[in-house]
């Protein structure tokens, strides 16, 4: 079928009343895309970038407020140099080349993770970025770079001891946590997607997805369209959340 006319297929089974506000995207399998083709790695990582506008402009144009990308993990510092130095030259390009689309898109960008520990030049990339898409009302795109949930689960403990110290009190509730995390401006995700089959959160939003709907689909990233994630959010709306309730029934 031609992926139009399955798209807008998809599309029309999509309740857009009851769209997920957030969906967080753990995007995987760029290496294995490459391999399948006898291609270096990088070329994956390349490719994954295309999935990534896909992504970005569905979410855009069905007005998904919160969109959330794992680009790259606390954990990823273990790859080779070679493809953490393309990886890095990859993510300069493409804040480069895409303020223009975040603009037209109306698209808010910001990160999360360890933004100073970094290449200073990326971070000056971010910078630029963020600045330039700041007054943007539509979405918000945050990207996840050298972010893990356990460390920003010590920053924010580390966080809450120095406001502790300062202050004399030492109790600590569900929302001083996560007023202290790196997404304390941000819903907790209700739809979390990965891609490439594998069934782990690989260190990605612990503490924020504890009651999200979890998909995974064996698209490797950089085949992923428009109408996976259409039909992502098509199987989160026939799903009872019930928070550890009895739900509807
Ligand atoms: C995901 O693809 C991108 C990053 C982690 C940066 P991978 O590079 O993990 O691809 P696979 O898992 O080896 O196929
Ligand atoms: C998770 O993918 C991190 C990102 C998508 C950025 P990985 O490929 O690093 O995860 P593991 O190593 O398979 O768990
Ligand atoms: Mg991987």
């Known amino acids: 079928m031609k992926t139009e006319l399955l798209?807008?297929?998809l599309l029309a089974k999509i309740d857009l009343d009851r769209l997920p506000?957030?969906?967080?995207?753990i995007m995987d399998g760029n290496g294995r895309w490459a391999k399948r083709r006898r291609l270096p790695r990088i070329a994956g990582h390349r490719a994954g970038i295309r999935a990534v506008r896909?992504?970005?402009e569905a979410c855009a144009r069905l007005g998904v407020p919160f969109l959330t990308l794992y680009a790259f993990?606390?954990?990823?510092?273990k790859r080779p140099q070679t493809e953490i130095k393309l990886l890095m030259a990859l993510l300069r390009e493409y804040l480069k080349k895409e303020i223009g689309e975040l603009n037209r898109q109306n698209i808010r960008l910001g990160v999360i993770?360890?933004?100073?520990?970094?290449?200073?030049?990326?971070?000056?990339d971010l910078d630029t970025a963020?600045?330039?898409t700041r007054q943007n009302t539509g979405m918000r795109l945050t990207l996840a770079l050298n972010y893990g949930a356990r460390t920003e689960l010590v920053d924010a403990v580390n966080a809450l001891l120095a406001y502790a110290g300062s202050n004399g009190s030492a109790q600590v509730d569900e929302d001083a946590i996560a007023r202290h995390l790196y997404t304390h401006d941000v819903p907790d995700p209700d739809l979390l997607i990965?891609?490439?089959?594998e069934m782990r959160l690989s260190n990605f939003l612990l503490w924020q997805v504890a009651y999200s709907e979890i998909w995974v689909t064996?698209?490797?990233?950089?085949?992923f369209q428009q109408e996976n994630l259409f039909q992502a959010i098509i199987d989160f709306q026939r799903r009872e959340r019930r928070y550890g309730g009895l739900g509807l029934a």
């Open 194 to 197: 990965r891609t490439s089959g």
């Open 73 to 77: 993990s606390a954990e990823n510092w």
């Open 218 to 223: 064996e698209t490797l990233w950089p085949d």
């Open 130 to 132: 963020i600045d330039k």
């Open 54 to 56: 896909h992504a970005v």
């Open 7 to 9: 798209e807008a297929q």
């Open 21 to 25: 506000k957030h969906i967080a995207i």
């Open 113 to 124: 993770g360890r933004v100073a520990d970094l290449p200073k030049a990326v971070q000056a």
